[in-house]
């Protein structure tokens, strides 16, 4: 980024910085240094101004005060256009409950920012969702180049090779080739469109896959009705169920 001199000669058009916390006692107990608020500063001085922050929930330590305080100053950079404020996984995590409550708190204090809530973790202004991650969650198709790079066409996922020197001397070669199965794009579209807000359409489901499959899945559905809510044609995430999301999948 030193080097940084002209944005016209760059090739990217959002910078995306895992500042964590802001605060001194929360990132010591994570072993990280308390870079942000320089870094943000730098990517105004540098006159970047699509900037994505990404901020952590339920660090030792943490409480309502520590973490109005962090998007105070996050809130503070007009360039700051998208915020992910994701839970922290890590066996010395605060109680879910506070979780939570954290996660309650920065929606609300994000949206009255001005902010959209558009995936279960990610906030944005308008204009500013990120069309990348949106084609993940979306299950569309994607075609990715250079080592360790992951493809998706249609029911067929691939990756490039790791190793730098055998994709420059090999790149047509790839280390994985996989072929689903109509069952597991199901589960994985299932699992992409829960993480963002818009939900999954039901007559959408129904035009790819059996009925079977999609009855059964509305039949476990309708179980966790705390966890996932059906509304007219579109199921998605409660508040409660976005924090359980990984157990409701498995």
Same mark, same amino acid.
């Given at each position: +980024? %030193?080097?940084?001199?002209?944005?016209?000669?760059?090739?990217?058009?959002? #910078?995306?910085?895992?500042?964590?916390?802001?605060?001194? /006692?929360?990132?010591?107990?994570? =072993?990280?240094?308390?870079?942000?608020?320089?870094?943000?500063?730098?990517?105004? /001085?540098? *006159?970047? &101004?699509?900037?994505?922050?990404?901020?952590?929930? *339920? !660090?030792?330590?943490?409480?309502?005060?520590?973490?109005?305080?962090?998007?105070? !100053?996050?809130?503070?950079?007009?360039?700051?256009?998208?915020?992910?404020?994701?839970?922290? %996984?890590?066996?010395?995590?605060?109680?879910? /409950? $506070?979780?939570?409550?954290? $996660?309650?708190?920065?929606?609300?204090?994000?949206?009255?920012?001005?902010?959209?809530?558009?995936?279960?973790?990610?906030?944005?202004?308008?204009?500013?969702?990120?069309?990348? =991650?949106?084609?993940?969650?979306?299950? +569309? =198709?994607?075609?990715?180049? *250079?080592?360790?790079?992951?493809?998706?066409? *249609?029911?067929?996922?691939?990756?490039?090779?790791? =190793?730098? @020197?055998?994709? #420059?001397?090999?790149?047509?070669?790839?280390?994985?080739?996989?072929?689903?199965? @109509?069952? &597991?794009?199901?589960? %994985?579209?299932? $699992? $992409?469109?829960?993480?963002? +807000?818009?939900?999954?359409?039901?007559?959408?489901?129904?035009? &790819?896959?059996?009925?079977?499959?999609?009855?059964?899945?509305?039949?476990? !559905?309708?179980?966790?009705? @705390?966890?996932?809510?059906?509304?007219?044609?579109?199921?998605?995430?409660? /508040?409660?169920?976005?924090?359980? +999301?990984?157990?409701?999948?498995?």
């Amino acid at each position: +980024m %030193e080097n940084y001199k002209d944005k016209n000669d760059v090739f990217f058009n959002r #910078l995306s910085l895992g500042i964590v916390s802001f605060q001194n /006692e929360e990132l010591l107990k994570l =072993n990280r240094e308390n870079f942000g608020y320089k870094a943000l500063i730098f990517s105004k /001085e540098l *006159g970047i &101004e699509n900037v994505n922050v990404d901020l952590l929930l *339920g !660090i030792p330590g943490q409480n309502l005060a520590t973490l109005k305080n962090s998007l105070d !100053i996050v809130s503070a950079f007009d360039n700051v256009k998208s915020v992910s404020v994701y839970p922290l %996984e890590a066996s010395f995590v605060l109680p879910d /409950e $506070m979780v939570l409550e954290f $996660m309650t708190y920065s929606r609300e204090y994000l949206s009255k920012k001005g902010y959209i809530r558009y995936e279960i973790a990610n906030y944005a202004k308008d204009g500013y969702l990120c069309k990348h =991650n949106l084609k993940y969650w979306r299950y +569309m =198709n994607f075609l990715s180049f *250079g080592p360790s790079a992951s493809s998706k066409i *249609g029911n067929h996922r691939f990756k490039r090779l790791s =190793n730098l @020197e055998a994709y #420059l001397n090999k790149h047509f070669l790839l280390e994985e080739d996989i072929r689903l199965t @109509e069952k &597991e794009i199901f589960f %994985e579209k299932i $699992m $992409m469109g829960l993480r963002i +807000m818009e939900g999954i359409k039901i007559s959408q489901l129904e035009q &790819e896959f059996d009925k079977k499959i999609i009855d059964r899945c509305l039949s476990v !559905i309708k179980k966790f009705d @705390e966890l996932v809510k059906i509304k007219g044609d579109v199921f998605f995430l409660t /508040e409660k169920g976005i924090l359980f +999301m990984n157990n409701l999948l498995v």
